[in-house]
């Protein structure tokens, strides 16, 4: 019998179009242009600013760009998966918001939720639920509207998230040496205190004073996670590749979840590669968490061939982090 594996055959992706700049967020926080810039490198970010717009809307767009770009037959998709910490509601899940918008009468859907690592544990789950041999045809949604938990008043977060969303699907296939090759992945619970939001869980409901203390935005101590998300992506990084045998001239491109420019340069160095060998797009898109990663696909799909070796690395609350080796399926300037 053939060994199936999964690969990516097409990507879309949304942003929305009200771009929030630095100067107009200085005007919001006592913070500048230069701060921001030489702290974690974001100049711009989108902002879903339309009342009654969820993460499923960016989801929905972005999927239904994937469908008409691939020309994939809607009824042939077996599964939808959206992975993301920002979801419309508690339930029903995300997905089958998007899966009924998008009349996909044929496929089941559910939330996967990872945090910033979202996309690579979703990528991985669903390479496996296609090399199981039970499906063919899976669409994977990263998708997080981080201007809901943001606090526009914390100077020291708010400056570095922005919304957005991308979708990939993902193939079965038989032809050998393309497509997931290996994954590497790791939570530390340690990291609970550091990064978290406060409010809103079954821990602590909310009431009016979380509403009143303000504890349903998002809280970080950024010093503590630049340390772990350098050190840990790094370490994956390296162990991804060392376990496959690729040296710096193999690797085509790292693809590094956007989160701050310094920790992706820190990772390009311990990996003794050029900034020309990683994708980055945080200055105008921030840090959109789950979907920075396919975002950054989206974007540079033209400059990817076929045979590309790409590690992709991300760290997230949790701590979760990890790295998954990528072996480009197609040439995307065709």
Known sequence: MEKINAVITGIGGYVPDYVLNNEELSRMVDTNDEWIMSRVGIKERRILAEEGLGTSYMARKAAKQLLQKTGVD????????VTTSTADYKFPSTASIVVGKLGLKNAFAFDYWAACCGFLYTLDTAASMIQCGRYKKIIVIGADKMSSVVDYKDRATCPLFGDGAAAVLLEATTEENIGVMDSYFRTDGKGLPFLHLKAGGSVCPASHFTVDHRLHYLYQEGRTVFRYAVTNMGDDCTLIAERNGLTKDDIAFVVPHQANMRIIEAVAKRLNLSMDQVLVN???????SAATIPLVLWENEKRLKKGDNLILTAFGAGFVHGALYYKWAYDGNK
Do not use: Q
């Open 74 to 81: 809607p009824d042939t998709i077996d599964a939808l998966i």
């Open 282 to 288: 945080i200055e105008h898109f921030g840090n959109t």
